[in-house]
């Protein structure tokens, strides 16, 4: 699950360089024959979601796994979404701290496993019913063919709407495409004073506006950088253009995800694209507080090429490789990624499980999760790349620079692939 950070934060984020440690084995670190109900422990976990929103239910179900394994106590540690890829990395590579569970963003996992820092999971009791899981979230939880992260919580972006507000604009529909999203933005500003729309800073949001012109970030298999094609070029000048118009609000680079989530939540702004985590806190705002079918939610809009994409994201379980209790680590994430916990997860705040059996009749009957698990099914995989939880400090840092008008499309493009190849992608070509 991918909650926005601030572009001060993602600069921050600069990728650790260490040596591998630990064992990418699959054996259990432990005595494997235990019996689960023999297997006892004190292990932690790091959990990265919403602390006011998502925290509480992951701690009732912490609460139910200790009382399923009496003999395996859990410390959770709730740790700050914008803060645990390199606190982990600090820990890990230090050799001391570490969590033995951490909640991995689908794109911190491959560079993670790679590192060394993750067990493999195949062959453990974490690893059940693999058949049961969606095919992205499952992808996403590996690295060159082996499981490294059990698949939790899955999203995607869509375009949530006002929909009280389009209508008092006269806009029939949620708009498909980018020029149909400015238009309907100008409609609404004109005749409701509220704003269209707000392109969030964050530059994991960019990647709908790169899809709709039929490029990403990079092309793996061909080991070409491509964000700044001229398809590249093309969707930032588009997601640009609804600023410099005066349909989207102009963001603050260091408080942009907030700023958005508040003026969506108060009825200040019409139009927003995120993913299902925010639905709890877009049902505290005035505007969907006592009307939540106010919210509405569709695919994200086309660009160019008519049709559009939004990146695969979610959360993984994974088991750090150093563990001394790994045994207990592997019960811990089977019982948090299992149908019924991620069922139980969805109905409380609105997130997508992982598992097709975990969309039992209770959980699609919210309206909210329906729909969102209707436009996962054409969301993109995101590239499978070691250096993927890295890419963004130097694209965001960019990316805000040419949506505030201090340098060009072209210009923020070049400067993030020059820095991706001399950092990250050294053998990668350039448009």
Sequence with gaps: MRRGISIAAAVAALALGATACGSDGGDSGGDAAKKPGDVSGSITWWDTSNSTTEAPVYKELVARFEKKYPKIEVDYVNVPFDQAQNK????????????DVLRSEVGWTPGFAAL????????????????DFLPGPKAGGQYK????????????????????????????KPPTTWDELKAASLKVKKKTGAMGTYVNPDAYFAWPFLYGEGTDLVDVPGKKITVNSPEGVKA??????????????KPDLTNGYNNMQADFGAGKVAMIVNGPWSLADDFKGKAFKDDKSNLGIATVPAGSTGKAGAPTGGHSLAVYAGSAHRDAS??????MTSAES?????????????????????????????????ILASAK????????????????????????GGQSAKDGVDKT??????????????P
């Design 145 to 172: 063919g082996a499981t490294y992260g059990v698949p939790e919580v899955t999203d995607t972006l869509a375009l949530l709407y006002n929909k009280k507000l389009l209508k008092q604009a006269g806009v029939a």
């Design 417 to 430: 692939a020059k820095a991706w190849k001399q950092k990250f992608l050294k053998d990668f070509s350039t």
């Design 88 to 99: 982990f990395k600090t820990a890990a590579s230090g050799g001391k701290g570490a969590p």
């Design 330 to 335: 592997y019960l811990f994430v089977k019982f």
């Design 116 to 131: 060394g820092y993750l067990q493999k999971l195949d062959g453990t009791a974490a690893v059940d019913s693999t058949d």
């Design 381 to 404: 995989p995101r590239p499978q790349l070691p250096q993927g939880g890295d890419l963004f400090a130097d694209f965001a840092a960019n990316y805000g620079k040419v949506l505030l």
């Design 236 to 249: 930032v000048e588009t997601a640009r253009g609804l600023i410099a118009s005066g349909a989207a609000v």
């Design 342 to 374: 991620q069922a139980y997860v969805s109905t409380k705040v609105q997130t997508l499980p992982t598992r097709e059996s975990a969309y039992t009749a209770e959980v699609t009957k919210d309206p909210t999760v329906k729909a969102f698990k209707e």
